[in-house]
């Protein structure tokens, strides 16, 4: 995994930089943890510029963020709760977390999309209560993007400085990366085969007689 990223980067560039960022927001099966580094260290050694990365990280992931915005504010809080306990078991989403979702992001607000962009795990599905709440585009692009700019910046600015331990680096997260593929299938499986709608613990326990 570790050699295909590098030679997207070093085939497409600042475009492949920013289409790794996006597709890691639509459907993460490289995280940002592996993708921005690989940029800091591309751009140490003089193929693309530290400045210009960070932008395309940016620009990229911002993007990639707006599908599951628009998702969460055109089907609105009843439809995708529909959609949950319809297709939950393969979502692995219950109509309850849509719920809590939406709640916790009435509480933080704006500086929850600010700090949810820097969570790991978190960048991602933030943008869907940000949606289902109606927030404005522009704040949300304000904030997605303020948030994102620090998360790429910093992990890029590791690969940056991090350039004369290339080599060890790369023998390092190759197999991890590896790894981390493979807990996220195996975690994803074991949520689907242990996945129960809510309500059917109450539904199959016997009531008082």
Known sequence: MFEWIADTLARAGYLGVALLMLAENL????????IMP?????????????????AAGTLGSVVGALPWYWAGRT????????LAGRYGRWLTVSP????????WF??????GVLLGRLVPAVRTLISVPAG???MPLWPFLAYSTLGTFAWTALLAGAGYLLQDSYGQVAATVDPASKIVLAVAVLAYLYRLAT????????????GPL
């Open 27 to 34: 459907f993460p099966p490289i995280p940002s943890e592996f």
């Open 132 to 134: 289902l709440a109606h």
């Open 38 to 54: 690989l940029a800091g260290f591309v751009a140490a050694r003089g193929e693309l510029s530290l400045p210009g990365v960070i």
């Open 106 to 111: 009435e509480r933080h607000g704006r500086v």
């Open 195 to 206: 996945f129960r709608p809510e309500g059917a613990e109450r539904a199959t326990r016997p």
């Open 75 to 82: 089907f609105g809080p009843e439809r995708l709760k529909r």
């Open 96 to 103: 309850g977390e849509v719920d809590r979702a939406r709640a």
